[in-house]
């Protein structure tokens, strides 16, 4: 898992896709998804930790951006 691309196709595999217009809160909601899936046991540590990094690596840039 490198891209949030990755993330998206991960979610959508347990027929998630979230799309709300805004990027830090579509990113947002990944999260939250993501540790869903994770407490459910539906997806494996190593994966759930990468895409964990990636979402908030792209959600403080984003916030950074706001900041400007």
């Keep these: 898992m490198k891209t949030i691309y990755d993330i998206q196709q991960l979610l959508k595999k347990y027929g998630t896709i979230i799309y709300v217009g805004q990027r830090l809160s579509d990113l947002q909601l990944m999260e939250a ?9 539906l997806i ?25």
């Design 33 to 41: 998804e993501l540790k869903e899936l994770y407490q459910s046991q």
């Design 44 to 68: 494996e540590t190593k994966d759930f930790q990468m895409a964990l990094f990636l979402l908030r690596h792209e959600i403080q840039i984003e916030k950074e951006k706001q900041e400007k």
